[in-house]
């Protein structure tokens, strides 16, 4: 039985690790205490695409059990075109949050820009409503080990989604009413069971350090291809960050927005006396 809601919302969740992913079944049974909840994600692995979107080609979506039974929408396109079918009438279904995850690794630093979990957060700002990314630092993502889904039906995962599923349910509530227009919030937890965790803390985004290098793999047939994703990245230690508070054993929570206007240096720019660039003959 559904538990009584506490809080008159509806939520759209996505995510970008697919329907059949442990982690967005986690965050949906958190939010159904609070809200009704419409889970709609990708039909398979889509991590790491960010803010794409399916153009030139149509959108399949049908409905697909989850693992505790309940229905969800696979769709073929990626997570922001997920939230899109849902804000353009899918349903009929006005959503008044976007909530992007679990996703099965952490989403910090520099790497919020590849991630497909904070794109489809991010869409809630293009449609007007709040939006949560969250995501557990798992030390693997969902789609590296084929075992994880196995693991987590017979319930012997190593994945402590429950402690983030319901802070963020709980951060949820909050951020209905009290966010900001324009801004999302990204949440990273490790993964720990509740009496470890130190607690939260809001952070600033960290730098990430990527030490990738090009590979050449010869196939058997004679073909060459390059893989230039080869190493784990490191982060530079500052305190305040995202990366620290996982370090501290606590949840982070870091707001976001979509303005990227470096305004300093629209100020740098004018100086450089831009309108004396311009010719009309090309001179």
């Known amino acids: 039985m559904k538990a009584p809601r506490i809080e008159n919302m509806n939520i759209v969740l996505t995510n970008d690790d697919g329907i059949d992913a442990p982690g967005i079944l986690a965050m949906r049974q958190a939010l159904e ?66 909530v992007a995850g679990i996703n099965h690794g952490e989403n910090l630093g520099d790497d919020i820009t590849y991630s497909g979990t904070v794109a489809g957060a991010m869409e809630g700002i293009v449609i007007g409503v709040p939006g949560i990314a969250v995501s557990l630092s798992t030390g693997r993502s969902w789609h590296q080990s084929s075992q994880v ?79 230039i994703y080869n190493n784990p990245p490191a982060h530079e230690n500052e305190e305040g960050t995202d990366f620290a508070a996982l370090g501290e054993r606590r949840i982070s929570i870091t707001p976001i927005h979509l303005d990227l206007t470096d305004r300093p240096g629209m100020d740098e720019l004018s100086s450089w006396d831009i309108e004396s660039l311009f010719s009309r003959n090309g001179a």
Request: proline fraction near 5%; charged fraction near 30%.
């Open 33 to 98: 205490k609070i809200g009704d909840v419409i889970t709609i994600a990708p039909d398979r692995n889509r991590s790491g695409v960010g803010r794409s979107i399916s153009i030139g080609r149509s959108l399949e979506v049908e409905e697909r059990e989850m693992a505790d039974g309940a229905m969800g929408y696979a769709c073929t396109g990626t997570p922001v075109d997920c939230v899109r079918l849902v804000a353009l009438g899918f349903l009929d279904f006005e959503p008044e949050m976007v």
């Open 149 to 227: 889904e196995d693991e987590f039906v017979h319930g012997e995962t190593d994945l402590d989604f429950a402690p983030v599923a319901e802070f963020a349910a709980r951060i949820a509530k909050v951020a209905h009413k009290g966010l900001p227009a324009g801004r999302i919030l990204n949440i990273n937890a490790p993964n720990l069971p509740s009496d470890k965790l130190e607690g939260a803390k809001v952070t600033r985004l960290g730098r990430r350090l990527y030490k990738d290098e090009i590979v050449e793999v010869k196939g058997e047939n004679g073909k060459v291809s390059y893989d």
